[in-house]
């Protein structure tokens, strides 16, 4: 997480001069509140259209809706879950009312980021005790890629971003109980398909122990 | 507590997410079932895997910019 949040970019000789002082306060805390957010929505946005140019776009749709409407923004709550909210609905918009095709699956980037962590991620010192942790970079996203979008994307929200169930279903617009099902059901698959990858190359899932 | 009724709270038991009742009911039946350890043991090791591995990317510095510049752009433009 690029944690610079760039407070020094605003000139200031402009700053208060021709922007009102409510103004300049909103930008600082839609600096400190919602820009921090920025590498998360983008991975979200990847995640769903599986391709760089159409996350860039969404990322830079959610960041100027939520500037727009950030006096909607409750505060005190999460905020990181009320910009991912807008980023799904504006996906929505985008992609399933005017069916525009999202732009071909860009397989190279998956393949050119695993290439670029490859010889200083992988830490071979545990690599052999444990099937788990023999599985690669990777696997664990062919295998999330692998399940039904509605299955991958409770999982993503949950163990990636860390959400809680109520601002999952608050943000796929399911209840609790079906976030629930769907997230032991989904990692019920990604199991097995990580065992297969697994036992491909040699290690014997779930038996090791 | 049965098996069956403790499989489905699995990866509510794992996400922390149980409501006090399910969770002493659910820990109880686990202090007495090897299985359902296990499959409890699992759950919370995909889990850790999903987090540890997965790739994540990191924003370009073009997008980065222009969503500084977007911004000050609408903050301006609000302005006038
Ligand atoms: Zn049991």
Redesign the pocket.
């Known amino acids: 997480m690029n944690n610079d949040k760039q407070n020094s970019k605003i000139p200031a000789e402009q700053s208060t001069s021709s922007l009102s002082v409510i103004e300049y306060q909103k930008q600082l805390e839609f600096q400190k509140e919602a820009v921090v957010h920025l590498n998360a929505l983008y991975n979200y946005a990847l995640h769903l259209t599986m391709n760089t140019d159409d996350a860039e776009d969404l990322v830079q749709e959610t960041y100027l809706k939520a500037y727009r409407f950030f006096n909607s923004f409750e505060r005190g709550t999460n905020c990181k879950a009320w910009l991912f909210k807008i980023l799904k609905n504006n996906y929505i918009n985008i992609f399933r009312k005017n069916s525009k095709e999202p732009g071909k699956v860009d397989y190279d980037l998956i393949k050119d980021f695993y290439h670029s962590i490859k010889d200083s991620s992988i830490d071979t010192t545990e690599a052999d005790s444990d099937y788990f942790h023999s599985l690669l970079h990777e696997e664990v996203y062919q295998a999330l890629h692998s399940l039904p979008e509605e299955f991958r994307e409770v999982i993503e929200l949950c163990d990636i971003e860390g959400f809680t169930y109520e601002e999952i279903a608050n943000m796929v617009e399911s209840p609790i109980g079906t976030i629930r099902s769907r997230l032991f059901r989904g990692r019920k698959m990604l199991r097995e398909q990580l065992e297969t990858y697994a036992s491909q190359r040699g290690f014997h899932g779930g038996t090791d122990r | 507590m ?2 069956q009724q ?2 489905q709270l699995i990866s509510a038991a794992v996400d922390g997410e149980l409501s006090c009742h399910e969770k002493e009911k659910f820990f109880q ?2 202090a007495e ?1 090897t ?2 350890t296990e499959e409890f043991n699992d759950a919370m090791k995909t889990k850790l895997i999903i987090k540890e591995r997965i790739i994540r990317f990191t924003a370009p510095q073009t997008l980065i910019n222009s969503i500084m510049h977007l911004t000050h752009h609408c903050a301006q433009e609000s302005n006038l």
């Open positions: 049965n098996c403790a499989y039946h686990l079932c299985t359902c």
